[in-house]
């Protein structure tokens, strides 16, 4: 069984960045695929970015791409998405997530797919 604990979360204002961090404990199969959603107050929970552990292949959403960069460090068992010119929209709780197999094909599978969940971390941006 995994666990995963999400942390770097925080308040900062529009333009400005954050790294959050994912640690797993537990095994952490190659053929596994972590992800990162978020949710809105009020909206549903949505895919930002994920990674394939074994081959490191990525898929991000449009929202995000060119300003959020997922990465993984295999021997921390520790995956992180920079977060870089962020936006008022980015605001909401961000969550870590890990499912065996791949993460999709254009975009991050839903979050059903994934059966491990971490606690979440808030982030928030002020105009």
């Known amino acids: 069984q995994v666990q995963l604990v999400e942390s770097g979360g925080g308040s900062v204002q529009a333009g400005g960045s954050l790294r959050l961090s994912c640690a797993a404990s537990?095994?952490?199969?190659?053929?596994?695929?972590m992800g990162w959603f978020r949710q809105a107050p009020g909206k549903e929970r949505e895919g930002v970015a994920s990674?394939?552990?074994?081959?490191?292949?990525?898929l991000y959403a449009d929202s995000v791409k060119g300003r959020f960069t997922i990465s993984q460090d295999n021997a921390k068992n520790t995956v992180y998405l920079q977060m870089n010119s962020l936006k008022p929209e980015d605001t909401g709780m961000y969550y870590c997530?890990?499912?065996?197999?791949?993460?999709?094909?254009?975009?991050?599978?839903?979050?059903?797919?994934?059966?491990?969940w971490g606690q979440g971390t808030q982030v928030t941006v002020s105009s």
């Open positions: 997530a890990v499912r065996p197999g791949g993460c999709g094909i254009y975009r991050t599978l839903p979050e059903g797919y994934f059966g491990y």
């Open positions: 537990g095994y952490l199969a190659s053929t596994n695929c």
């Open positions: 990674i394939y552990i074994g081959s490191g292949s990525i």
